[in-house]
């Protein structure tokens, strides 16, 4: 092998599933198709207006400058203020956040990978909960870490097993626990029980817990999410829990700032100093000009609740919209009603690989020169087998173009198996069923009482 | 230990001792001081204006959106023509750059870093040429990687040995050569001749040569850089060459955005593709309006040459304020004149360790409420004991301001001194002379016939 050769992490890595989709869909549109982009999260709502004002007011003074590797100030506090005026303002108790807690990122996929690469030496685990975000898997690639994962199920509600469960998968290479809530895929919100049996999980283990909530703000039913930051224990336990939680955090979903990069890391001081040398040798610091213009807006949500109760009625919109038109025309389909972010998990469990239908559909199918760009759900699970005859659907469009896309969806999987009769192919997976808790080696021990928390999580459509 | 610990290359990671600088002089201009910052890289010449216009016409769509990873294609054209167009205005031969060679990172630290964790596995090294840029050590880190260096002196002009003394320093692990020119911090831009015979060592090794030229158009003289990508050699050795080129670029120092966070890799494009995939596994992507800031940016350049020669009179006036208050103020003072950069790296042959003195100067001293923040040298060397008696001065604020800066070294000096003096401590290194070049373990076999590219770096001022 020649020594100008390539290092195994970066063999390793792929380009995720939801970019892959991503590229055919820009290529399409630039070739003149109409797309219906549900593939991604990136909401179409426009970004929050405060934020271009005072980018604007900084740019005329002319200068953009190197920021302190950890964020601007102004940043560190206004975000400090925000998380705990959130709590405040619902009478939670919670951690309070000072500004030393705030490490600001470029985005929460470099929160992620920064404290990867400060938590974990090549060959370590973290331990996440599945269905997950998919480029978890790479950004602990980056780190030569290896990601390991607790299944749940759409059919019991996304779920957490009990403790006991949850510790088959530790190993003494686990360095932390990771979770989503809301979580991208499944929607799942979890309840204070299953966030705080994480907690003692953590704390049992020794190891770190990190909170990916970057959809906190973003409830599609009456339940707020419940945030590690609120977890009550003993003084003792608290004391020791304080010094394991890392929570991440993103302005993209909550201000539609995806293009802004700006991302944060939450945690003890002796954890976000050794993070931000991390970041400082990453991408040395973060845009100051797009600092400036993301802490304004956090300042402006302290003062102006309404924008987040705002948010909430758009994506709350789109949800019905989507659910409406999936009992309409997708009524076999198995969709578990998402608590929070805003994505819905659409399995079609006929089929034996979605992600053939998916990009027939893209590819090869419009309806009146429009199509319908979605993500093949696989790449979410780590579990052999799973998530292959589903799909993550975005609510990142009008309720109006959502059940469009899905009358689209089930016209392209009419024109899909037709297609596959023609080559005399058979859709219908051999062993296509709903597959049973213990088909999938699980066996569900929740204890009742602690399942109140998954109430709104139910599954609105059936078998057919 | 427990298993919460922090990761081995976090462990390692050191803030960069030109931060270490700027946050004591960040706090005392915060308490009222007047501290003249030439300890960082951040000119005080403002931003190119168009960008600014053309980040406010973006806003006004109200959409900040994620970026493909590759960075956006009308910046990934905008930067291929601009490089083109840089060498075909002087006539110059060389590679052509398409926009697939280009991949757009959150500026040159996430350049390397991205390019180190897509070439290193744990263990392998990157030899560069020293002096270096001191955070080369830490992105290197990152990957598990491990710095390297081949040592060159003021005394010589900081010419690059023969091809038979670099051969020494290649192991069997080493991935990649590294070089900046113009270089930070020793201003040296290396001859035709000195780029070649990197480009002869990386074949003959068959690694990659990595070119760090963020510099590029900061030339202080007569002689412009000399690209790597200018190289010419037989047609079969080009194209072997041509896949193991990487070129690291920067918006920052160019169009005074270093708050932009942009940079780029210019590769091949499996290369680009390679390392893509890292980028997108560290930070997603890099902001999108601020990637159509920066496209605009160098299509200007390109309708508007005379930007670069006027950046070019702004730092040259500076550099002789600088050498012309050096001579007066600090006439002891061992000076090589930077061919390139906006760096002076400035000898005091009798102190022991500069570090003292600086931290002194800054924390210590003032003249009327005025002081002076510069970089300690060391770390600028991997060698053992060397830069131990230089600092960095950084050519970022106005002629006058330089002066007057140099005029308050001088006086720190005298006060720190009698301060010594005072504590029954002597200033003077107990070895303190001009090592000779055998001293140094370093014997020059420099070819005469080659030298000629060095001209414009003299030792300006002598020992007293």
Redo the contacts between chains.
Sequence with gaps: M?????????EK????SI?KMM?IA?RLISEGRTVFELN?G?PDV??I?VF?DA??AR??E????????IGENCLRQAYARYLNDHFDRRGAQHLVVDSENVLVT??A??AL?STF??????G?EILCVEPFFP?YT??L????GVLRSIPTYAEQGFALPTIEEMERYIT?K???LLFTSPSNPSGKILSPQEVTRLARLALK????LIADEVYREMVLGDREAFSILQVDLEPAEMERLK??IIVIDSASKAF??????IGFVISRPEIIQ??S??N???????????QHGVAVAYEHVIKNPSFFTELRRTYRERLEAAMEAIHKYLPWAIVPRPDGAFYVMIQFPEIEDITEYCLFMLEKFNVDNETVAVTPAASFYLSPGRGRNEMRLALVVSPEKIKRSIFIMAEAYKAYKAYLKEQGKDIVAQNSRRLSNNDRGYINQENPSDCTGCAGYSVEAIVE
Tied chains: 1, 2.
């Design positions: 020649s020594p100008a050769h390539f290092a195994r992490r970066a890595l792929q380009p995720s970019r590229i820009k991604i990136q426009p970004c207006p271009l980018i604007a740019g005329r002319g200068r953009l400058n190197y920021a302190p590797f470029c985005g996929s470099h990978t690469l400060s938590i974990c030496d090549p370590d480029p790479g950004f690639g980056i780190a030569d003494p686990t360095r932390a283990f020794d190891i770190f010094h394991r539609s700032l995806c293009g802004a990069r050794k993070i040398l991390v400082a040798h990453t991408v040395a610091c973060v845009s100051d000009i797009l």
